[in-house]
T-cell receptor, first 116, second 115 residues
Framework: SAVISQKPSRDICQRGTSLTIQCQVD?????MFWYRQQPGQSLTLIAT?????????ESGFVIDKFPISRPNLTFSTLTVSNMSPEDSSIYLC?????????????FGSGTRLTVV | AQSVSQHNHHVILSEAASLELGCNYS??????LFWYVQYPGQHLQLLLK??????LVKGIKGFEAEFIKSKFSFNLRKPSVQWSDTAEYFC?????????????FGAGTRLAVHP
């Protein structure tokens, strides 16, 4: 399975500011996924980041609020812009592992964001 | 579109009790199903998955799940739980949308095992 390094692991931010979260994968992957896990809730898919094209956002998420970069096949960033306390969540990136008996999805360790 | 429902939000068991967590998916052709676990303060780990073949899938740590197509279910089971199984469990299904396969999660079940 791929190994994902995600940082920062946690941060406390002032409302109105922005935070950029980075995910580095130890192998080349076509797609990377960004999720949000609000306190006490499940994981919600924010967007799919495909290298070389614009990210595809799920319903309820927009590029202005969550801009994503995907400069190469091993790296992606998610920015949480103009933050409010409602953005306090764990943000995770995920990549699919290759087809075969090991097929599945690997997740980063997450970024715990608190907005004050 | 594929979606997944977990009906048990909180489950409390004593050690050695048997566990069954419900997961139902909506119909959408070929289904690929997963169970993930999130221990307190840790990141998601894959317990098991079903793609095809034997509908009884065995995973790590003594967990298993059975795919029952007629019931659109993929329930997670363990015959005897331990205190260390205290965690949140997520059922997930792959949904093909917008040109991509995406992993969609259920709401999760929080399991507490008492000694």
């Amino acid at each position: 399975s791929a190994v994902i390094s995600q940082k920062p692991s946690r941060d406390i931010c002032q409302r109105g500011t922005s935070l950029t979260i980075q995910c580095q994968v130890d192998s080349q992957v076509t797609m990377m996924f960004w999720y949000r896990q609000q306190p006490g809730q499940s994981l919600t898919l924010i967007a799919t980041a495909n290298q070389g094209s614009e990210a595809t956002y799920e319903s309820g998420f927009v590029i202005d609020k969550f801009p994503i970069s995907r400069p190469n096949l091993t790296f992606s960033t998610l920015t949480v812009s103009n933050m409010s306390p409602e953005d306090s969540s764990i943000y995770l990136c995920s990549v699919p592992t290759p087809r075969g008996s090991n097929y599945g999805y690997t997740f980063g360790s997450g970024t715990r964001l608190t907005v004050v | 579109a594929q979606s997944v429902s977990q009906h048990n939000h909180h489950v409390i068991l004593s050690e050695a009790a048997s566990l069954e967590l419900g997961c139902n998916y909506s119909y959408g052709g070929t289904v690929n199903l997963f169970w993930y676990v999130q221990y307190p303060g840790q990141h998601l780990q894959l317990l098991l998955k079903y793609f095809s073949g034997d509908p009884l899938v065995k995973g790590i740590k003594g967990f298993e799940a059975e795919f029952i197509k007629s019931k659109f279910s993929f329930n997670l089971r363990k015959p005897s739980v331990q205190w260390s199984d205290t965690a949140e469990y997520f059922c997930a299904v792959i949904r093909f949308s917008g040109g991509y396969n995406k992993l969609i999660f259920g709401a999760g079940t929080r399991l507490a095992v008492h000694p």
